[in-house]
């Protein structure tokens, strides 16, 4: 039996074909259609007809952006995808594709069960996944579940208020808010996280500054969160995570928080970072893993 599996993207929809061990037999992906829920599901629909004579599905796996409520269908808050939220998103799922056994999760919760169920943090059950993109969000894990929360806000760590002018985390520690600091410094009308980076490491003086604040700023986000929960380990995702450099740089950043502090002799836990594994396919195989549990 197989789990036809679907992560929503503001840009993409990433699908798969996966087992109960998570191991992907087919993927790939299709433009995301944000305001246009029967073009979704048309799209939906398409990859279910191009597997199901090669494979027999058990469920659907959705892992979906905003404040997803697996028990009643709905998907709260807002997102890059207006499509799906304010009705029984789940139901429509079952009704179009004829398939009752459909589970769904928020996205960050998805990429943070696949670190726990067989990546970089599978040897640990308190664990603390922050994703950096183009805002800052995540999941809280306990004993290997998720903590949504009240409000199903749980690991929305981006909203974070860390300046007494009430700059939230996602204003200053994302990649995207660093590379318009270093746009706007230089006089131009954009630019992306990438180029910015590249600016950096040719030696341009304005990046490696708005890089060194970021660093900083993202350190100070992973100590307070740190103290707010106290995970054995926290997990670094998004497109961030693929660079090379990335623990070595928020240590480095992590250096100047831990001296700065003024209660360091009491506050001397240093969290424990670690890099996901999965990047890209972390979703997929954190929705099976929903689908499973």
Known sequence: MYILTFDIGGTSVKYGVLDRNGDIFEKGKFKTPQNDIDELMAGILHIKSKFEKKYDFEGIAMSCPGAVDDKTGFIGGASAVPCIHGFNFRKKIMEKTGIENVRMDNDGNCAGLAEVWKGAAKDNNDVLFVIFGSGIGG??????????????????????????????????????SMAKNVAKRKGLESLTGEEAFKLAEDGDIIAIDEIEKFYFNVAIGIYNIQYIFDPEVIVIGGGISSRSDILENIEKGMDKVMNKIKIAEIAKIRPIIKKCKFRNDANLIGAVYNFIS
């Open 139 to 176: 999941a809280v894990i306990k004993d290997k579940k998720i903590h949504k929360g009240a409000h199903l806000e749980g690991g929305e760590f981006g909203y974070m208020i860390i300046s007494e002018k009430c700059d939230v985390l996602s204003d200053v520690a994302s990649p995207v």
